[in-house]
């Protein structure tokens, strides 16, 4: 006997389960198979087109959160899909040292063990990073795993590679070379916890209750006082200046003028400047220049002296400045002192309750202090022009577009950018200062002695750069830049960036406008900004608050494929944010659980008729023996693989998601699988050559439909697909993975078929309907009677066989007369009657209506009055009015449909 069974290595050790699906063993079986296999490592044919993309490095201090997981699984459908295009592919993964994060973490050990990392010192304490790097750093990398992501595992990268640092170090030198790094002292914003400056992009702002505190400034010739309102009274001791607008009428003749700061014996001017705003608060400002960005500037303007009271660790300052009572204070504290001895010496008017939006560190959630601080800065001038232009002539392509305002706005009125950190982690800023002769030089490698003057006494830079400045070269610094790789030649500029939002201006401009300046092109072509998953309430997801829905959580109880499917159907283009429904999850749990039931019982058809017909046919059709719902379902399957393309191409995954839902559950598994059952010998043209080449069609859509599945779902399709007798479509290969997508064939289409068979499945449906309203028992088989005109009557006699043995029913054409309690409903030129009075019992259907009617109206009253209420409407919450509304017109439903059964029924 010939075995038609022939399966590769991979299938030959395991046969599909009788069971339920069993997620956990089956993710746990290919994840293992693909990495061992190594089917996710670069390879690079030649004549192939490239696809390529950076994986945003997640931090070495992180663990996959829920928009790790949306990211991750909607670049791996793209990704899976290409390879099985033919693309040559890239997925280049990688992780972010993360500056503040990591040294955060050691040191938060250290301090347990009763140590800083002052008392180890630097190299020490580096060497600790290290070691905790090297036991933790990868634990989200292995997380992704659980997920099925494709990345190209032999590149993982890091941003303190060897290579990396070179990268960075190249950039920096050039651009110090050229002027647009420079030292500068200005007001940051600084972390009086992690001890560093942070960039704008870095601070949170948080809206906190405090005060607004009207002082009174006395004037120093006794002519009276000017009032200045503020809501930080503790840094008045820097005050060098109050500030009126020049064009406020009342204070026209206080410019000028000098007061005597409440609390100390020193005077400061009165002065004009425009920034002030007559409405705001009195429309008198003190001028604070060492601890406010605004004041900063005026204080550049008028040339005033810019004294600091508040060191780097968030206290008062124990210098001449700060009187003796408020030196070594820390700053909230002396903040209630001062407002104290204000009021009791009689210079505090009021204390007024104020909202204000206070910044906080985004890492550690202290107060930022602003403070003036010697720092580098990258000249962002030159460097923005050719970044806008980019996005502005369509090179780069934000999608959804309404991203593009949100770049467009941030280049337009970008500062020059604070690079430098007070950390010991991360990439030290690679400059050195010669004692000897002064001279400041950037070098790519340490030097041995001074460009100029020779000496060997070289002191490097105690700073680091801003994590962000490293990661920002991340598309091209992996691939090897500045050397000349077949990485680089091949795949950069990569295809796309897939992110979230609220790094479009932290990192996704900044790799812009690197990769403009180092490479001269673009780093990708199209920007992907996927929307945020918030709370079931529309709440930000947040580990501190617990409100945090953990992934890995997720695809332990619903399993990863139903977890992608998931995180697809999500996609782009809806709205920013999205609620995460955990019932979506159940929903696609059942899905995957349906095409496995489907799967066993298509292969258990397909082996059983392998006796008559050898694998190697099993893709050999007969269009002239094709049935009426073989040809629908392959018009209709070739149509899908048609929508699919434009959904790929166009980035639609919710169109992705839902069109093969629809047709896998719908199409396939409700409609042909169970049409595949019916004996042909019953229809009117039934015979052996139409049953096998239904068992071939059966064959052909449903190998084709995990191909086409396999991007979004890889695991329970691979595990299917290895269970199929090999074929032409389906070729000896180690994985789906490896076979060719599915592509749409034009000669199965037929618009003929789709509308005879959508037609009858709307005839039977119609059937269905009328049964489960009345609830006539399924096991019934009832009478239909039908009335149509010539061509329908033809197709449904026809096809009589399709519709009595799917809905059991007795089909028979209507006479002159029109029975007595009939069901009735219209379909297309069709009507269909369905007597009613042999089936149930139509008084005792009759009160069970009726009875259903009456709750359900005293429901309807309630939720009348409810909503007739002026108070819950005007003080509701809007979704809790809306909800009830639904509610409203839900129970109105109701009540019309059960009006209409009982008036058959009478």
Known sequence: MTDHTSTNSTNSKSTISAGPYSAKEVEAKWTSFWLENKLFNLKIKNDAPAFSAALPPPNITGNLHMGHALNGTLQDVLFRYKRMRGFNVLWQPGTDHAGISTQMVVERELKKQGISRHDLGRNAFIEKVWEWRNQYGNAILNQYKRLGVSFAWDRVAFTLDESYVRAIYKVFVDLFNEGLIYRGRRVVNWCPRCLTSLSDLEVLHEEKSGFLHKIRYPLIDGSGAIHIATTRPETMFADVAVAVNPEDLRYKNYVGKKVRLPLTNREIPIIADSYVEKEFGTGALKITPGHDTNDFEVGQRHKLEMPMIIDEKGKLVTEELVPKPYQGMERFAARQKVVEDLTEQGFLIESKKHDNAVGLCDRCSTVIEPRLSDQWYLSMKELAKPAIAAVENKEIRFIPDRYTSTYIDWMNNIRDWCISRQLWWGHRIPVWTCTKCNTIAAYEQPPATCSKCKTTELVQDEDVLDTWFSSGLFPFATLGWPNKTIEMDTFYPTTILV????????????????????????????????????????????????????????????????????????????????RFREDKLEEYKRFVNKLWNAGKFVISKINAGLEQTPAAELVQLEPETLSLADRWILSSYNKLLDKLQAAYKNYDYQILANELYQFTWDYFCDWYLEISKIDPNTSNNGNNSTKLQTEKVLYTIFEGLLRALHPIMPFVTEELWNQLPITNSRPNTTSVLTAEYPKANSQYIDESAEKEMGFLMRLIRSIRNI???????????????????????????????????????????????????????????????????????????????????????????KTKQIMESNEFKSKAPPEKVEAVQNQLASTETQIDHLEAQLKVLN
């Open 771 to 861: 049964r489960q309203t009345f609830n006539v028992p399924h096991s019934s088989v009832i009478d239909v009677i039908f009335e149509a005109n010539s061509q329908q009557a033809d197709l449904i006699k026809h096809y009589t066989h399709y519709i009595e043995q799917l809905t059991p029913v007795k089909l028979s054409a209507k006479s002159n007369t029109t029975p007595e309690r009939c069901a009735t409903d219209k379909i297309d030129n069709t009507t269909i009657y369905v007597p009613l009075a042999n089936v149930i019992d139509i008084q005792k259907t009759k009160d069970k209506l009726m009875q259903r009617k009456q709750s359900i109206e005293k429901e309807w009253q």
């Open 499 to 578: 992110t979230a939002r609220d790094i479009i201006n932290l990192w996704v401009s900044r790799m812009i406008f690197f990769s403009l300046k180092c490479v001269h092109k673009i780093p990708f072509k199209d920007i992907l900004i996927h929307p945020v998953i918030q709370t079931a309430d529309g709440k930000r997801m947040s580990k501190s608050k617990g409100n945090a829905v953990d992934p890995l959580d997720m695809i332990e109880k619903y399993g990863a494929d139903a977890t992608r499917l998931c995180f697809t159907s999500i996609g782009l283009k809806g709205d920013q944010d999205v």
